[in-house]
């Protein structure tokens, strides 16, 4: 089975945010709630990227490796989904995650917050929900990867700078462009996340 995987090419990005508005439209988020921004780094200096960012799925998800609960389950390809009947809002997956991905209906002390909330690579939830049920896409958003379809953010991307789905090909589309470009370096967050290298 495909191991599903995002990958931010930073030398693509144009900040233009069609994802985070692809990813608020699909999954009809809450107020508050993002999925997907875009982050400046370096901003106004040399070297300056921009990189849209959310949950990107880890090889073993530090979320879920504090989670008091175990709200995590890890799908066969890949993808990190929790479930909010578990979740108690603790908080402690948001300290965990490198990429801020958790998100929380308000701002409150430990179990106050709500129940978390973050990017499901368009999979649907970890819930007990039917997979492409109309509850389950009330609690966790679209479930475009039942459908055969890859998440609308990537999808939905002007530059092709996100791209998403099985990580050999998403591996094989970068090492192209930096082929082509004759450097890399735009492939960011993914050792993080893969704990892996993208080898030109």
Sequence with gaps: ??????LCDAERCIECNACVTACKNENEGAVGINRRRVVT?????????????????CTDAPCAAVCPV????????????????????????FYACPFGA??????????SRGKMDKCT???????TEEPGSIAE????????LLQGKLPLCAEMCSTKSLLAGDSEIIAQIYKERVSKRGYG???????TAYHEGITT
Aim: some cysteine; overall charge positive; charged content about 15%.
């Design 121 to 127: 690579f368009c999979a649907g939830g970890g819930g």
């Design 41 to 57: 780094i370096n901003d106004g200096k040399l070297g300056e990227r921009s990189v849209s960012m959310a949950c990107m799925h």
């Design 185 to 191: 370096s735009g492939a960011w967050g993914w050792l």
């Design 70 to 93: 175990s709200c995590f389950d890890v799908t066969a390809d890949g993808v990190v989904l929790h479930s909010k009947d578990l979740c108690i809002g603790c908080g402690y997956c």
């Design 1 to 6: 089975m495909a191991r599903m995987k995002f």
């Design 137 to 144: 896409y009330k609690k966790y958003g679209a479930n475009r």
């Design 102 to 111: 958790p998100q929380y209906p308000q701002v409150g002390n430990f179990g």
